[in-house]
T-cell receptor, first 114, second 111 residues
């Protein structure tokens, strides 16, 4: 079974700082990868996804993520964060095996200080 | 607008009582999912259904039951066998390989 690790449980940054949230997964085959965001009091929203092709994917609100297959990683980045980026971020993986089980990481709470 | 509707938003359960959480989608998605979200544990899959009249257990199915009689509906019953039901429950839907869309959630508490 696949698993997802997000090592940063809570990250606190000042506005305009650069962000990188780690995500590692364990699965030997082809995967689709996702980052979801949950703003306070709101439902989960898709931030970006990787299916195939260019390993550097760009999402909404200036976020991007890079898929490094050799490292089984899909880290989320943003060059300059804003106070409105305060939220919880979840990495998720679904294998290409036909099993539709999406596996989530435990999440990273991001707090941006104005 | 297409989307996923979960109801109620807040639900209270007495000891020994079964309660049912509703999830309806009008996105014409084939697959539907139920997750439980607890602080510090992320989302854990309870049950999922890839097609009408079929569903599979997720990672924490004990104490829960589901049905999928219609494509747009996937209700979750939290039975009295679930000893720690207090949590935030999220329903999602998708088509094959595509990102999942989530509802606003139901917060279940024990009286």
């Amino acid at each position: 079974a696949q698993s997802v690790s997000q090592h940063n449980h809570h990250v606190i940054l000042s506005e305009a700082a650069s962000l990188e949230l780690g995500c590692n997964y364990s699965y030997g085959g082809t995967v689709n990868l996702f980052w979801y965001v949950q703003y306070p009091g709101q439902h989960l929203q898709l931030l970006l996804k990787y299916f195939s092709g260019d390993p550097l994917v760009k999402g909404i609100k200036g976020f991007e993520a890079e898929f490094i297959k050799s490292k089984f990683s899909f880290n989320l980045r943003k060059p300059s964060v804003q106070w409105s980026d305060t939220a919880e971020y979840f990495c998720a993986v679904i294998p290409f095996s036909g099993n539709e089980k999406l596996t989530f990481g435990t999440g990273t709470r991001l707090t941006i200080i104005p | 607008d297409g989307g996923i509707t979960q109801s109620p938003k807040y639900l209270f359960r007495k000891e020994g009582q079964n309660v049912t959480l509703s999830c309806e989608q009008n996105l014409n998605h084939d697959a539907m999912y139920w997750y439980r979200q607890d602080p510090g544990q992320g989302l854990r899959l309870i049950y999922y259904s890839q097609i009408v009249n079929d569903f599979q257990k997720g990672d924490i199915a004990e104490g829960y039951s589901v049905s999928r009689e219609k494509k747009e509906s996937f209700p979750l019953t939290v039975t009295s066998a679930q000893k720690n039901p207090t949590a935030f429950y999220l329903c999602a839907s998708s088509n094959h390989g595509q990102p999942q869309h989530f509802g606003d959630g139901t917060r279940l508490s024990i009286l």
